[in-house]
T-cell receptor, first 113, second 112 residues
Framework: GAGVSQSPRYKVAKRGQDVALRCDPI?????LFWYQQALGQGPEFLTY????????KSGLPSDRFFAERPEGSVSTLKIQRTQQEDSAVYLC???????????FGPGTRLLVL | LAKTTQPVSMDSYEGQEVNITCSHN???????ITWYQQFPSQGPRFIIQ???TKVTNEVASLFIPADRKSSTLSLPRVSLSDTAVYYC?????????????FGTGTRLLVSP
């Protein structure tokens, strides 16, 4: 079956623009995670959804970051008024349940100029 | 969540066995040890997970001593395609969900 997919794969934004990053999890996976990976670093947790409920958003770096999963499947990570420090790879992962193995998508590489 | 320490990089040759050791001195009783692999331009991929002693699957083995303060990922007979970054993570399984905490990982380079 299909794995986790993310779109777009690459995004270039001018500083101050809003961006929206999409994640399609594996069908039937209840849990969905977003991570941010800076160049040369490991991924860092941003937020967690169980179905449509956002149960943990402690990793979101500022109030410019917003994530949603309105129907409990596809999720969107939105970054408002992008800054250069937002440049990173944004990874989405899904799992059957919160404690199960997480399956990662290929990520969206965001470059803010 | 327990902090982990692992070598920044390792070099090997095709056909050799590679052992990557991770230190986690502050591991808690409920923590499991998990290893992920990441290729360039891809998301991390689960390799193996264990709690104590030894775990083996079709890809790797994980050795955990009795005190659980370290663990060793063993990759038998590596190939060029095993060149990747390997992350050691520790975390509890009974907290509702796994908030994976990655360090900087170990960059493994396999040469012909």
């Amino acid at each position: 079956g299909a794995g986790v997919s993310q779109s777009p794969r690459y995004k270039v934004a001018k500083r101050g623009q809003d961006v929206a990053l999409r994640c399609d999890p594996i069908s039937g996976h209840v849990s969905l995670f977003w991570y941010q990976q800076a160049l040369g670093q490991g991924p860092e947790f941003l937020t967690y959804f169980q179905n449509e409920a956002q149960l943990d958003k402690s990793g979101l770096p500022s109030d410019r970051f917003f994530a949603e999963r309105p129907e409990g499947s596809v999720s969107t990570l939105k970054i408002q008024r992008t800054q250069q420090e937002d440049s990173a790879v944004y990874l989405c992962a899904s799992s059957l349940a919160g404690q199960e193995t997480q399956y990662f998508g290929p990520g969206t590489r965001l470059l803010v100029l | 969540l327990a902090k982990t320490t692992q070598p920044v990089s390792m070099d090997s040759y095709e056909g050799q066995e590679v052992n990557i050791t991770c230190s986690h001195n502050n591991i808690a009783t409920n923590d499991y040890i998990t290893w992920y692999q990441q290729f360039p331009s891809q998301g991390p991929r689960f390799i193996i997970q264990g709690y104590k002693t030894k775990v083996t699957n079709e890809v790797a083995s994980l050795f955990i001593p009795a005190d659980r303060k370290s663990s060793t990922l063993s990759l038998p007979r590596v190939s060029l395609s095993d060149t990747a970054v390997y992350y050691c993570l520790v975390g509890a399984m009974n907290t509702g969900f796994q908030k994976l905490v990655f360090g900087t990982g170990t960059r493994l380079l396999v040469s012909p």
